[in-house]
């Protein structure tokens, strides 16, 4: 498809694991953008990619999270020690513009639901 | 700081009526750019509209318009005939022109009625 892709669609795990989560931007696109979004709020931004380096991972709640895109495509969000308090879907988007341009359109995934046990 | 609120949690009305969601933006920024996102039940959001801060002509889009305000810092967005297949969660967005992240509102939950 030509859509933004995310696996898996759904995650459960238990306390205290380890969760790798995948995003799939759609082809051509360099920015990609991380979001959370917990029951009944909207999503809240995590971290920013522009090519293969954030550029802002201001929203990251703590150093349990952490985030790669080594090849400037396909970016995975880990996740150590999980908490119950981790459990929300994890959203991907990503953006065409070349320098991420602020206002440029995000165009987001399906998301990733996680409960953590 | 930036802030989006959309102060109508939920709203049901009957198929066919129109309906106008609210959104308030607070930014220190002059250039800005504001957006709404809609929801459904399966989950993923979709794009609707992106507006910049210096172009305040409303905007319809079939049974789609928005109506941006400055002076009120009001981004709202009304859908005339509405149909049962608008209902779904609606986010108003705002990007600071310093900024890549979008934020977000809560959210306003629109049920539409047989």
Redesign the interface.
Known sequence: GAGVSQTPSNKVTEKGKYVELRCDPISGHT?L?W?RQSL??????LI?FQGTGA??DS?LPNDRFFAVRPEGSVSTLKIQRTERGDSA?Y?C?SSPLGK????????????TRLTVL | AQKVTQAQTEISVVEKEDVTLDCVYETRDTTYYLFWYKQPPSGELVFLIRRNSFDEQNEISGRYSWNFQKSTSSFNFTITASQVVDSAVYFCALSEDRDDKIIFGKGTRLHILP
Do not use: H, S
């Open positions: 920015a953008y979001y009944g709020q909207g999503p809240e931004f920013y550029a802002d929203g879907v959203l988007a991420g341009l602020a206002g440029d359109t995000q165009y987001f995934g399906p998301g």
